[in-house]
């Protein structure tokens, strides 16, 4: 008897563990993200904000690479445009309806041996100009995080691009409308709070 109780309390402790390292984990990624932010110190950390985390939002995606590689002209929150060419689509599913997001490579980026397989994915959603940032939020991938033609896009991890921050100073790339998203995704950060 003290065999099988031993055994279903291990269960429940291993299931309740299973339960909560996910979101273990993801609580641990923003918080790093606050402590090495690039442009938000201090006190200011404190209005940086973030939806509750929920799996929810972290889709299983089918990707399909672009069969075209040209280079297109990004407007940006700046006067600078950036350059950057299709890498592929991903397809998934929220909420029961199917989405399509555009991954992009990064002219510039490519120059660099330490981005040379780094992948963008801005897009905008029904939360952008009202709970986030209206010019739209990232996420980034690796060419290698794309395995047998499937995408984890965990949106959990979408962040705000520098502008959000600090209007004037930076060319962030906008979203084009094919990543304009017609469904809220209350997932990752929120918009910051500081009165410029």
Known sequence: MK??????????????????TYEDSINTYLKNYVQRHGVVKDADKSQLHFYDV??????????????TASWISFKTSGTKNQSYRLYGTATFYLQQKQYRLNLYQSQDL????????????????STSGNETYSGG??????????Q??????????????YCAYVSGVYNCPLPPKENAL??????GEKAFTKAH
Not at 3 to 20: E, H, K, P, W, Y
Not at 54 to 67: G, H, P, Q, S
Not at 155 to 160: D, E, H, Q, W
């Open 137 to 146: 939020r990232y996420l980034d991938f690796k060419i290698a995080d794309v």
């Open 148 to 161: 047998n033609s499937k995408l984890v896009i965990d949106f959990n991890k979408a962040y705000n691009p």
């Open 54 to 67: 929920n799996k929810t939002y972290r889709v299983l995606a089918d990707f399909e690479a672009a069969k």
């Open 182 to 187: 017609a469904v809220a995704i209350k997932a």
């Open 110 to 125: 490519m120059t660099n041996p330490e981005y040379i397989d780094y992948l963008f994915l801005p897009f905008t959603d």
């Open 3 to 20: 065999t099988i109780l031993f055994a279903f309390l291990s269960f429940l402790s291993l299931t309740a563990f299973s339960q909560s």
